[in-house]
């Protein structure tokens, strides 16, 4: 399984991006995906997520600002991030809880991404 996280890059505030998170392999089923980031010498905090029933939970600061949606067939996770802050800047990580089939069973997992960078600055 992996998770391929694309979008990121260097905007300026008031600016906008979207990000994308593919997940490939062999996989039965996928539940809950989220965005995390982290900035540097801070822990990783979620972002945003989203479940398998379209239940979505947000960061209190970027509620409002940013929108999480998913491509249940295509199994790919969006972030549009609109009126970016320069405290927005961050790695930000694909997370995705699954169960892949392996041979003759089932393995459920939690998975990440590599992460992609958006930083903002003027």
């Known amino acids: 399984v992996t998770l391929e996280e694309s979008g990121g890059g260097s905007v300026q505030p008031g600016g906008s991006l979207k990000l994308a998170c593919v997940v490939s392999?062999?996989?039965?089923?996928?539940?809950?995906m989220g965005w995390y980031r982290q900035a540097p010498g801070q822990q990783r905090e979620l972002v945003a997520s989203l479940t398998d029933r379209g239940e979505s939970n947000y960061a209190d600061d970027v509620r409002g600002r940013f929108t999480v949606s998913r491509d249940y067939s295509e199994n790919t996770l969006y972030l549009q991030m609109n009126d970016l802050k320069p405290e927005d800047t961050a790695n930000y990580y694909c997370n995705a809880n699954l169960t892949e089939r392996i041979d003759y069973y089932y393995q459920f997992g939690i998975h990440w991404g590599q992460g992609t960078p958006v930083t903002v600055s003027s």
């Open positions: 392999g062999n996989i039965f089923s996928v539940d809950t």
